[in-house]
């Protein structure tokens, strides 16, 4: 059983920079696609960015793009988000979620974007940017 703990959110100004982690356990990642999602109040659950446990692939949606950076310490288990010059638009709960043999035969052809892909969930942590 793959458990997700996320960590690192808080409240910040906008402009300011936060970095959430992901610590996994119970499988030691190799062929499996690992991502965030987002959800603001009152709005559904979307797709923020998502990076492939082999290669490094990654993908980001329009509106992180440039502030954003998403990475993973294989030796750790864990994945980063890394957010920058954040702004109150990005203010929500972020979930980490896991992919499992996303990849085939060790190669991966795309990156996990819908929330349908992905089989596992952390429990979220909050972030929330002020202006």
């Known amino acids: 059983q793959v458990q997700l703990v996320e960590s690192g959110g808080g409240l910040v100004q906008a402009g300011g920079s936060l970095r959430l982690s992901c610590a996994a356990s119970?499988?030691?990642?190799?062929?499996?696609?690992m991502g965030w999602f987002r959800q603001a109040p009152g709005k559904e659950r979307e797709f923020v960015a998502a990076?492939?446990?082999?290669?490094?692939?990654?993908y980001f949606v329009d509106s992180v793009k440039g502030r954003f950076t998403i990475s993973r310490d294989n030796a750790k288990n864990t994945l980063y988000l890394q957010m920058n010059s954040l702004k109150p638009e990005d203010t929500a709960v972020y979930y980490c979620a896991a992919a499992i043999d996303y990849c085939s035969d060790y190669v991966c052809y795309d990156v996990p974007r819908g929330s349908y892909e992905y089989d596992y969930w952390g429990q979220g942590t909050q972030v929330t940017v002020s202006s």
């Open positions: 119970g499988r030691t990642f190799s062929s499996d696609a």
């Open positions: 990076i492939t446990w082999i290669g490094g692939n990654t």
